[in-house]
């Protein structure tokens, strides 16, 4: 199995030559991309997602996180990644300065489970130093395979006159966050249906969790079967330089017999009209019985996310203060206090955060940490053993991690080590 997975993470580079016609900036993110499968394949995740991740990169688990700052402090994957992928389908803006594309991504089967399949979907941006960067990560598993990894490249791109004038950044991310409004409006007032009906480009896809892509003519007989209504918030949009192309992402909560909460991702393509289309579409669900965050709530993360850790500190007391019952809050109250030190305060907010939410895996991680760093070695390891038992079983983690490493020569520690992986 592992030298088919070897031979798959070398076909994108094969493909190379099969990309014809393509503009310039779509080849080069489309190479882009292969240079991280390539890397992935060689060094594994930890290494490839932190080289090929913007600094204000995001993905979700569940909640939206900075993959850079995730990623900072974990140790080198063990090997590689275990899975691969590849660029089939996607587009470049105008200006050569913002793109996304999607494909194939297959996951090696482990411990006897058959391998899993996926859709693979990445929002690239350039930076400064001119190369493109992942700005937004979102993946989903699929029934099987939807196409060969050797699939050639498929671009949406067309020809089209530069912009009359200067496009206004500002002003054209305040225009696409004013169509996203709208259209969570329509959704909101009406059904879903009815606002996809009406910004739904003929060349979009559709990906949802552990279901085939929609595209096409199917796309039409879909968004009619979304008759449900939804609420949600834009959290984020931008937009190319040539204002052409744009993305964005936010919170949504779908009502009806199988309500979903989560944070959905769309690419928005302006139409010969000039008019907002979606040309791609894809959610992220959290678990049932957990709420996605809130444009209000983003106000507090945004410093988390970027590590101002004492204003993120002081947003979240403020809006704990007013909404006591959010376990994230206080979650991430208490993490703020780690990272300046102030562990018995931290200790408080994260015993809180277990006490309102009953508990989530990060939770007795964080707060394990903060035990040890205090000098708290047997509630330190009485939360590792709950880490463990709701889920936080990687070795590596609790072996590298330094705010454990007052625990690591411990007996108890070591015994609670034996088993993981």
Request: proline share 7%; with cysteine; net charge negative.
């Amino acid at each position: 199995m592992k030298s088919a997975f070897l031979a798959l993470a070398l076909l994108p580079a094969a493909a190379l030559a099969a990309d014809a016609g393509l503009p310039p900036a779509q080849q080069e993110l489309f190479d882009t991309e292969r240079a991280f499968v390539r890397l992935a394949a060689d060094k594994g995740f930890r290494d490839s997602f932190y080289a090929y991740f913007a600094d204000d990169g995001i993905a979700f688990n569940p909640h939206p996180f900075r993959v850079r700052t995730a990623l900072a402090r974990q140790p080198a994957s063990p090997g590689p990644m275990g899975a691969t992928w590849a660029p089939v389908y996607g587009d470049i803006a105008q200006a050569g300065d913002l793109g996304w594309d999607t494909g194939p991504l297959l996951f090696e089967g482990r411990n006897g489970a058959p391998p899993r399949h996926g859709m693979f979907f990445s929002v690239w941006k350039r930076q400064a130093d001119g190369s493109f960067k992942v700005v937004l990560d979102v993946g989903g598993d699929t029934p099987a395979a939807v196409v060969p990894m050797n699939e050639p490249a498929h671009s949406s791109w067309r020809a089209a006159p530069p912009p009359a004038s200067t496009v206004d950044g500002a002003a054209a991310r305040e225009q696409l966050l004013a169509v996203e409004r709208a259209f969570l409006a329509t959704a909101a007032s009406e059904s879903l249906g009815r606002a996809y009906g009406s910004r739904l480009s003929d060349e979009a896809r559709v990906h949802r969790p552990d279901a085939m892509p929609v595209v096409g003519a199917a796309l039409r007989d879909w968004a009619d079967t979304q008759a449900v209504k939804a609420r949600g918030e834009p959290l984020f949009a931008d937009v190319s330089a040539s204002g052409d192309l744009g993305y964005a992402w936010g919170s949504y909560e779908r009502e009806g017999a199988a309500p979903e909460a989560g944070y959905y991702a769309r690419v928005w393509k302006k139409d010969a009209r000039g008019d907002w289309r979606i040309v791609m579409d894809t959610v992220s669900p959290v678990p049932a019985g957990v709420k996605p965050l809130t444009a209000e709530l983003m106000q507090a993360e945004t410093p988390y996310l970027e590590g101002r850790w004492a204003e993120a500190e002081a947003a979240y007391q403020r809006y704990v203060d007013a909404n006591p019952g959010n376990a994230f809050a206080w979650n991430r109250l208490g993490t703020s206090q780690v990272q300046q030190k102030k562990y018995g305060e931290a200790v408080k907010s994260l015993e809180r955060a277990i006490a309102t939410g009953g508990g989530a895996p990060v939770d007795f991680y964080n707060l394990a940490c903060a035990y040890a760093l205090e000098g708290s070695a047997d509630k330190a390891l009485d939360n590792v053993e709950r880490a463990i038992a709701a889920g936080v079983k990687r070795r590596a983690q609790y072996e590298s991690d330094p705010d454990l490493a007052s625990l690591r020569e411990l007996p108890r520690f070591k015994a609670l080590m034996q088993p993981l992986r």
